[in-house]
């Protein structure tokens, strides 16, 4: 039974319309999928559902139990049954997971807090998610994925009956995720329906019991999983072509060794860890390296100590073809031709409120500079040609990058870092967030990359971007290399008995 539709919607923003006559349904008790590439109009359509665009700031209409519905302000579409989990959490860390979950409709008795009936309140939230931690501990201390999970728990909380998750597993270890979906499985039992937005198709094809695909604004087809299981299809619907040779694998032949890293290990600022331990590697010319393991395997800390980045005490060796190096801070490895592309591109790797001229320029604004002086006219040159070469969507290039796609924001940080002429290009998480589109363009980008000669090391969570990409894998856990395996000779589950200890070497 459909419980919920929404009839032609068109939503459109100064010189751009975002939604040109969306239609989308939602069934009681199913798991509706709704893809399409960055800019397809995902998010605009979500937040229009969950009352951020109110009533009259578009045209169509939303039908809920078979009467029209106007929401002027969130708190009407959460009235109305429907919450919406955005990509980035709503937590507020300084506060108790109890008091995140109260946030806004705190119990009081004679206007004095009821804490005693909050609390245990709480405990049932949570309980009916699963999440055993209590609720008087402080939410930013929960890891990523037990954040998700209260989210949830607050949504049902306010007796949500549609459930929107955009990218809910983003930033979730395959642990986590499964823990996600099984809570969805029992939620779906008990009628609660789920809209889920996300780029892992994998997933869609798992868990959805329908998918619709937008395209440029517009819905280009709704149907059963069934004829959506094939990733191909779903591919070429959503970015209106088909997308030959998606991971952009060809036999390679390695040249010497360009980098070379022996018994590195890192402590944190204050020394109250030591996240790498006695890690190394070797990356040859014409190799693509790939870095696997569990969240907390220490993946990140060591390619940002090997950047100069992290960490306040190092021991080991680092040597860039042949000569051994002493980086001491990111500056020290840019000059020596080591660039690191940051798992969170918005805080590490992106001035937001700068313009595209000025991310792509900033690591090697010196080129442009003569007695101080920055060349406004030769940067813009510079940034062009990279805009083009990367193939950059963005208005002009003085366009803030806050408001470019997420695909298009990571190009720009390989833009900054190509600019400079790396010798060894580190990317962490490349393509978290980046719709379907713009991944096969990456990946295409790091193809060239490494027949040019540069040395790419990449990290990533998703297991099949690692086979897809990487011709060899550095498998960690706990700080350390657990093993180093050849990626066109080993699986899957090969790996994760290296990632969790059950191999040791």
């Known amino acids: 039974m459909t419980i919920l539709e929404m009839r032609g919607i068109v939503k459109e923003f100064p010189g751009v319309k975002a939604l040109d006559g969306v239609t989308f349904d939602v069934r009681g008790g199913e798991v509706h999928a709704?893809?399409?590439?960055?800019?397809?109009?995902?998010?605009?359509?979500?937040?229009?559902?969950?009352?951020?665009?109110?009533?009259?700031?578009?045209?169509?209409?939303?039908?809920?139990?078979?009467?029209?519905?106007?929401?002027?302000?969130?708190?009407?579409?959460?009235?109305?049954g429907i919450a919406v989990i955005h990509q980035e959490l709503a937590i507020v860390a300084q506060m108790s997971v109890c008091e995140n979950l109260y946030l806004g409709c705190e119990l009081a008795r004679h206007g004095v807090l009821d804490r005693g009936a909050m609390l245990s309140g709480a405990k049932a939230m949570l309980s009916r998610v699963g999440l055993a931690v209590a609720p008087d501990r402080m939410a930013g201390t929960l890891g990523t994925g037990e954040q998700q999970l209260l989210e949830i728990a607050k949504a049902l909380s306010k007796n949500a009956r549609i459930l929107v998750l955009d990218e809910p597993t983003a930033s979730l270890s395959e642990t986590e995720a499964r823990r996600l979906f099984g809570i969805?499985?029992?939620?779906?039992?008990?009628?609660?329906?789920?809209?889920?937005?996300?780029?892992?198709?994998?997933?869609?094809?798992?868990?959805?019991?329908?998918?619709?695909?937008?395209?440029?604004?517009?819905?280009?087809?709704?149907?059963?999983r069934g004829p959506m299981a094939a990733?191909?299809?779903?591919?070429?619907?959503?970015?209106?072509?088909?997308?030959?040779?998606?991971?952009?694998?060809k036999k390679r032949v390695y040249g010497k060794t360009i980098f070379e890293v022996r018994d590195w290990s890192a402590d944190a600022d204050d020394f109250s860890e030591r996240a790498v331990r006695g890690a190394g590697f070797s990356l040859r010319e014409g190799e693509i390296l790939g870095l696997a393991g569990l969240v907390g395997a220490g993946r990140s800390e060591f390619v940002m100590s090997l950047f100069g980045a992290w960490?306040?005490?190092?021991?080991?060796?680092?040597?860039?073809?042949?000569?051994?190096?002493?980086?001491?801070?990111?500056?020290?490895?840019?000059?020596?031709?080591?660039?690191?592309?940051?798992?969170?591109?918005?805080?590490y790797g992106l001035v937001l409120d700068e313009g595209v001229r000025g991310n792509i320029t900033l690591p090697g604004i010196a080129a442009f500079s003569r007695f101080g002086v920055v060349k406004k006219s030769a940067e813009a040159r510079g940034a062009g040609r990279f805009i083009q070469m990367?193939?950059?969507?963005?208005?002009?290039?003085?366009?803030?990058?806050r408001a470019l796609s997420g695909g298009n924001q990571q190009k720009i940080v390989l833009a900054k870092w190509l600019m400079t002429k790396p010798r060894v290009l580190i990317l962490d998480e490349?393509?978290?967030?980046?719709?379907?589109?713009?991944?096969?363009?990456?990946?295409?980008?790091?193809?060239?990359?490494?027949?040019?000669?540069?040395?790419?090391?990449?990290?990533?969570?998703?297991?099949?971007?690692?086979?897809?990409?990487?011709?060899?894998?550095?498998?960690?856990a706990g700080g350390r290399v657990t093993a180093t395996l050849e990626a066109a000779g080993t699986d899957q589950r090969t790996v994760m008995r290296h990632a969790t200890g059950e191999i040791q070497v």
């Open 34 to 80: 709704l893809v399409g590439e960055n800019g397809a109009g995902k998010s605009t359509l979500m937040k229009i559902l969950g009352g951020i665009y109110p009533a009259g700031s578009f045209e169509g209409k939303i039908i809920l139990d078979g009467r029209t519905a106007e929401f002027t302000c969130i708190k009407d579409s959460e009235r109305a």
């Open 184 to 224: 969805l499985g029992q939620l779906r039992q008990k009628g609660v329906s789920c809209i889920y937005i996300s780029h892992r198709l994998e997933e869609v094809i798992e868990l959805s019991d329908r998918v619709t695909v937008l395209r440029d604004g517009k819905t280009v087809e709704t149907a059963l």
């Open 231 to 249: 990733k191909d299809r779903l591919v070429a619907l959503m970015v209106g072509r088909p997308l030959a040779g998606f991971y952009p694998r």
């Open 311 to 347: 960490g306040s005490k190092l021991s080991g060796t680092m040597r860039l073809c042949g000569r051994e190096l002493d980086i001491r801070s990111p500056r020290d490895a840019i000059r020596e031709g080591i660039c690191l592309a940051t798992e969170d591109r918005k805080r």
């Open 390 to 401: 990367l193939g950059i969507k963005t208005p002009s290039i003085e366009q803030k990058v």
């Open 430 to 476: 490349p393509t978290r967030g980046i719709d379907v589109g713009a991944r096969a363009e990456i990946y295409g980008i790091l193809a060239r990359l490494v027949d040019e000669g540069v040395g790419v090391i990449v990290v990533s969570s998703d297991m099949q971007e690692l086979f897809g990409l990487c011709d060899t894998l550095l498998v960690m």
